[in-house]
């Protein structure tokens, strides 16, 4: 069984300062993608990466695939409260496949204005 | 497009009765999954359907169970109602892109059971 471990679980820091949050295992895969999700609602996909090495930015969040491929990392800068939420990562085992995600159990991140 | 529907959005059950929930994917994705989400153990894959098709399936018990419909629509079900059963149960649709796939989730069912 595939695990992914995030890191920090929990997360609250003031508004403007900079985060890291990371995602890692010992296994590969072949596609690791970020989701945010509110309360009550479904996640909601940030980014795909599938390249070893990878670095990929949405406005202030950058998201980088390690180079094996194993782990991977969101930095958000300058961070708002509107970026509160539970950050999950999830990897894909094989290309275009039928298994299912792997998801981290996520970070609970709180930007406090 | 309109995005993923799931019906009902919350549910009370009591232990031992049996529930249905419903997904309707987005328009022209033809491979539904679900999960359940809860504090304690995240997100944990429970199956995926694939034109109509049980085309993996997650490590729980047999009371869950799925189906899809010739219009990608898919249901859940769960019988003999345990109090651990409650939780989010989420359906994503699914865009397969070749070498890695992209998965899209409605709100959720949430689903107590008492």
């Known amino acids: 069984t595939q695990l992914l471990e995030q890191s920090p679980q929990f997360l609250s820091i003031q508004e403007g300062e900079n985060l890291t949050v990371y995602c890692n295992s010992s296994s590969v895969f072949s596609s690791l993608q970020w989701y945010r999700q509110e309360p009550g609602e479904g996640p909601v996909l940030l980014v795909t990466v599938v390249t070893g090495g990878e670095v990929k930015k949405l406005k202030r969040l950058t998201f980088q695939f390690g180079d094996a491929r194993k782990d991977s990392s969101l930095h958000i800068t300058a961070a708002q409260p509107g970026d509160t939420g539970l950050y999950l990562c999830a990897g894909g085992e094989r290309g275009g496949g039928a298994d299912g995600l792997t998801f981290g159990k996520g970070t609970h991140l709180i930007i406090q204005p | 497009k309109a995005g993923v529907t799931q019906t009902p959005r919350y549910l009370i059950k009591t232990r031992g009765q049996q529930v249905t929930l419903s997904c309707s994917p987005i328009s022209g994705h033809r491979s539904v999954s679900w999960y359940q989400q809860t504090p304690g153990q995240g997100l944990q894959f429970l199956f995926e359907y694939f034109s109509e098709t049980q085309r993996n399936k997650g490590n729980f018990p047999g009371r869950f169970s799925g189906r899809q419909f010739s219009n990608s629509r898919s249901e859940m079900n769960v019988s003999t109602l345990e109090l651990g059963d409650s939780a989010l149960y989420l359906c994503?649709?699914?865009?397969?892109?070749?070498?890695?796939?992209?998965?899209?989730f409605g709100p959720g069912t949430r689903l107590t059971v008492l």
């Open positions: 994503a649709s699914r865009l397969e892109l070749g070498l890695w796939d992209e998965q899209f």
